[in-house]
């Protein structure tokens, strides 16, 4: 692979998906069971980006429906991503269209967004202007909803979701970074492998501090965001997730530490910030692509093959995320085999790092699923119509929804219930970076502080960098409080 200082101009992003130059022909591209098929659309705008826009419409689609933009990956294009992701199984299951941007390697090598280049970032102009018009086109002539627009993207498409997210905050309801970097990391393609490759010392301000100039006349509300990355990505490393997550809960104003985790199939950890604003899954084991898990459970999507991972269904998760189930669970809650929503849902008891719940049997079901902000909690169904929540945050507020299940097919969820855990909340710090290390809530080594038990890079260890610290067990601090 050539170094940044040899590529030639603007041709960068081969290094993203190092490896999937030799891979991206064998991507399988289904054939989908429906009449829809992926269309192309021409003449959606003034395409600064020189970018192509294809569209997924299933049928018999109503006005008022959601929307997603799937950006796909280098060397990839849009009817892969669309065939492999499986966004399609859950567009044509809830009622959704999907738009898929599509680059070449005539805007950038192997075919990658332009992630690194100021022009291809900035609102008004380049590639996300061009997204920017599909989105408008989608809504004029599909009917979308302009109140439920989301995008997702893997890797260059990941980091371009990001500058979507950044620039458009008044256009996408919420997004899903996977394997991606966090915005204006880089500005250019002799500091974009670094972004790749090692941890970017930022604070969590000053990440946030770039989205936040992105669109600095921005005063509503902002997307909420879901990451994905695999704990062994060579590609783009771990490091970037853990960016992203401090770059966006420091813009949507919540706590670098998380409200909850969750353990999910795959090895997957799914760790929740703030009220559920910032979702962060850590694949462990997996490399460089899109988490897939083909089958036909209701959990199950996508087809495996170069970047394309069989894991954890991400479509899912971050469908459920998005809202595009409209409140129920598989099969939606207009599915006639679906059992009705659980009612009675109460909590029965709480302690420093649990909350108990239970609710009203349901006639026929055979399990249900529990769910803790929107994510659910339970593996698989369970029988009885109680539960407990454990390993929780003390002194923290929880939401709960619950489901019913027969024969596999999943109904609507209850009415949703709080619970507050009880003990006293963490001890919070904020001080210099010196301060805290005097004090001996961190230590400093190479010039940087890191905090104490769990060695997080609090940034230059000086009088003039300010760090909240929050206290989580003795001599251990995090960062954010």
Avoid at 127 to 151: C, T, W, Y
Avoid at 340 to 354: D, E, K, M, W
Wanted: hydrophobic share 40%; charged share 10%.
């Amino acid at each position: 692979m050539r170094r940044p200082a040899t590529a030639p101009p603007h041709r960068l992003a081969r290094a993203l998906t190092v490896a999937l130059v030799a891979a991206a022909t064998v991507l399988a591209v289904a054939t989908p069971a429906r009449a829809a098929t992926l269309t192309q659309i021409t003449g959606f705008g003034s395409n600064p980006g020189n970018l192509s826009m294809y569209a997924y419409r299933p049928d018999g689609l109503p006005t008022g429906a959601p929307l997603v933009v799937a950006l796909h990956g280098c060397t990839q294009n849009a009817a892969a991503y669309h065939a492999n992701s499986g966004w399609q199984k859950y567009a044509d299951q809830w009622g959704f269209a999907v738009v898929y941007p599509q680059t070449t390697s005539a805007n950038a090598a192997n075919a990658c967004f332009n992630w690194f280049l100021t022009g291809d970032t900035a609102r008004g102009q380049g590639e996300p202007l061009s997204i920017k018009q599909m989105v408008d086109h989608a809504v004029a002539n599909f009917g979308s909803d302009r109140a439920r627009v989301h995008v997702t993207g893997l890797s260059a498409g990941g980091a371009m979701a990001a500058t979507m997210l950044a620039t458009y905050p008044d256009v996408f309801a919420a997004g899903s970074v996977v394997a991606g970097i966090p915005y204006r990391c880089a500005t250019s393609q002799v500091n974009a492998y670094t972004c790749m490759y090692t941890a970017v010392a930022k604070t969590p301000r000053q990440w946030g501090d770039l989205v936040r100039a992105a669109h600095p006349g921005h005063t509503g509300a902002r997307p909420k965001v879901a990451i994905w990355h695999g704990q062994s990505d060579a590609v783009v490393v771990p490091a970037n997730g853990t960016a992203l997550r401090d770059q966006f809960t420091d813009v949507l104003g919540v706590p670098q530490t998380p409200t909850s985790t969750a353990t999910l199939p795959a090895g997957t950890t799914l760790e929740t910030y703030g009220a559920d604003q910032v979702r962060l899954y850590k694949v462990a084991g997996m490399g460089h692509g899109t988490p897939v898990d083909p089958g036909s459970g209701a959990d199950q999507c996508g087809t495996a093959g170069a970047y394309f991972l069989d894991t954890i269904c991400s479509a899912y998760r971050d469908a459920l995320f998005f809202g595009l189930d409209g409140g129920g669970g598989p099969g939606g809650p207009g599915n006639p085999g679906a059992p009705a929503a659980p009612t009675g849902l109460r909590v029965t008891g709480t302690t420093a790092a649990s909350v108990s719940l239970g609710w009203t049997a349901v006639a026929g079901a055979t399990g249900y699923h529990v769910y803790r902000g929107g994510t659910r909690v339970t593996a698989s169904p369970i029988s009885a119509s109680t539960y407990v929540d454990s390993g929780l945050a003390a002194a923290t507020t929880y939401t709960y929804a619950v489901s019913a299940l027969n024969a596999g097919c999943e109904g609507a969820r209850s009415a949703p219930v709080s619970a507050t855990t009880g003990g006293t909340a963490p001890v919070c710090v904020t001080a210099s970076n010196y301060a805290h290390v005097q004090a001996g809530r961190a230590y400093h080594s190479g010039g940087y502080a890191y905090a104490l038990g769990s060695a997080q890079r609090m940034g230059l260890y000086n009088t003039f960098h300010t760090t909240a610290l929050k206290q989580t067990a003795p001599q251990t601090w995090v960062i954010g409080c």
